[in-house]
Antibody, heavy 118, light 108 residues
Framework: EVQLVESGGGLVQPGGSLRLSCAAS????????MGWVRQAPGKGLEWVSV???????YYADSVKGRFTISRHNSKNTLYLQMNSLRAEDTAVYYC????????????WGQGTLVTVSS | DIQMTQSPSSLSASVGDRVTITCRAS??????FAWYQQKPGKAPKLLIY???TLQSGVPSRFSGSGSGTDFTLTISSLQPEDVATYYC??????????FGGGTKVEIK
């Protein structure tokens, strides 16, 4: 059974940093297309970033230059390093996996809440 | 970038009703199109991919159709457990992976 478990969310001040983790089981992070999707309170889904099995990374314009997606193969874990955080980054962040590639997310974590506030 | 426009943004229907949600892409996306269901407080769940293929385990009352720019999600007989927000998404190898704005489905 595939499980994705996010951690690392919390309260951070504007301008601060946070690193989210997504530990996978039953699924190999390095062999698959993985991504982060966020949802601001009461709002819809917003794609944030993806990393291909080959290592290519892509970012939404709203986070480009501030967020970095990466993975640790031996820990089978996906990360999202978030710097220069803004109030508008406040959201539940979901880790998602596309076992068939192409951004079709068939596995999702439970989400972790990031609150950016002073 | 391709924009995805869903309608309606919300709807209320009775148990047993046929419900239809539409999504329009600003450019043709062939059938690289998916629907997700998100129940309150839960993560999204993949319902339909390739515009019309049901994900394993999804009840057959759900169906999808369309190609190019116009897509439809139909619930043939609305059930109480279908209360959720439904999102469309275009997917293929080229980000951004745009989601529609969502349609909140409630029971009348």
């Amino acid at each position: 059974e595939v499980q994705l478990v996010e951690s690392g969310g919390g309260l951070v001040q504007p301008g601060g940093s946070l690193r989210l983790s997504c530990a996978a089981s039953g699924f190999t992070v390095s062999n698959n297309y993985m991504g982060w999707v966020r949802q601001a309170p009461g709002k819809g889904l917003e794609w944030v970033s993806v990393i291909y099995s080959g290592g290519n990374t892509y970012y939404a314009d709203s986070v480009k230059g501030r967020f970095t997606i990466s993975r640790h193969n031996s820990k089978n874990t996906l990360y999202l390093q978030m710097n220069s955080l803004r109030a508008e980054d406040t959201a539940v962040y979901y880790c998602a996996a596309a076992s068939g590639g192409g951004g079709l997310f068939d596995y999702w974590g439970q989400g972790t809440l990031v609150t950016v506030s002073s | 970038d391709i924009q995805m426009t869903q309608s309606p943004s919300s709807l209320s229907a009775s148990v047993g009703d046929r419900v239809t949600i539409t999504c329009r892409a600003s450019q043709g996306i062939s059938n690289y199109f998916a629907w997700y269901q998100q129940k309150p407080g839960k993560a999204p769940k993949l319902l339909i991919y390739a515009a019309s293929t049901l994900q394993s385990g999804v009840p057959s009352r759900f169906s999808g159709s369309g190609s190019g720019t116009d897509f439809t999600l139909t619930i043939s007989s609305l059930q109480p457990e279908d209360v959720a927000t439904y999102y469309c998404q275009k997917y293929n190898s080229a980000p951004p992976l745009t989601f529609g704005g969502g349609t909140k489905v409630e029971i009348k």
